[in-house]
């Protein structure tokens, strides 16, 4: 069955400290693999996305991901994190089933919180 | 540009009372969708309109409907609203559900209360 496991429900850095988030999938065919990142109050936006070619993929706002296909992950970094960064982060895989139907799944989040 | 719109931000229904959920997008987008958001679950979908026209049943569909209006509007009905749809709903858009990466846009959510 397809998913995707955010094993950190909460996470505490320090400001300017790296930031590595973790994301695990199972998915049957090729996966395709977002992040995406959800201020206090506000809707989800895109952080970057991964469909083919280079596995290491940059972002908006300084993030990075790299797919690795052998462990299943896609996970989340930023080598300085800024205390604006403090919000909710959620990987999310899509793709067509086997079966041809439309398929997107969320992982639960990660929340971020950044101290000064 | 406003990009998703969702009416209301914020409602409170006793349970048994009906109401419908608004969402709006201006990006020209075929495809839309109906999330639900609960602390530890992330986002599970409820229902989606590959184009106009056309709606099918996402994850979560029970105690909802939808209707897509026209290309741009895309509601989600609750007929006799349950504590257990306590819950903050986003509405998101993308270009084609077809193309599987695509970047589905959100709105900035309604949260809704069910006592």
């Known amino acids: 069955a397809q998913s995707v496991t955010q094993p950190d429900i909460h996470i505490t850095v320090s400001e300017g400290a790296s930031l590595e988030l973790r994301c695990n999938y199972s998915y049957g065919a090729t996966p395709y693999l977002f992040w995406y990142v959800q201020s206090p109050g506000q809707g989800l936006q895109l952080l970057l996305k991964y469909f083919s070619g280079d596995t290491l993929v940059q972002g908006i706002k300084g993030f990075e991901a790299e797919f690795k296909r052998s462990q299943s992950s896609f996970n989340l970094r930023k080598p300085s994190v800024h205390w604006s960064d403090a919000a909710e982060y959620f990987c999310a895989v899509g793709g067509s089933s086997t079966s041809g139907t439309y398929k997107y799944i969320f992982g639960t989040g990660t929340r971020l919180k950044v101290l000064a | 540009n406003a990009g998703v719109t969702q009416t209301p931000k914020f409602q409170v229904l006793k349970t048994g009372q009906s109401m419908t959920l608004q969402c709006a997008q201006d990006?020209?987008?075929?495809?839309m969708y109906w999330y639900r958001q609960d602390p530890g679950m992330g986002l599970r979908l409820i229902y989606y309109?590959?184009?106009?026209?056309?709606?099918d049943k996402g994850e979560v569909p029970n105690g909802y409907n939808v209707s897509r209006l026209n290309k741009r509007e895309f509601s989600l009905r609750l007929e006799s609203a349950a504590p257990s749809q306590t819950s903050v709903y986003f509405c998101?858009?993308?270009?084609?559900?077809?193309?599987?990466?695509?970047?589905?846009?959100f709105g900035p959510g309604t949260r809704l209360t069910v006592l």
């Open positions: 998101a858009s993308s270009y084609s559900i077809e193309a599987v990466t695509d970047t589905q846009y």
């Open positions: 990006m020209n987008h075929n495809s």
């Open positions: 309109s590959a184009s106009e026209g056309t709606t």
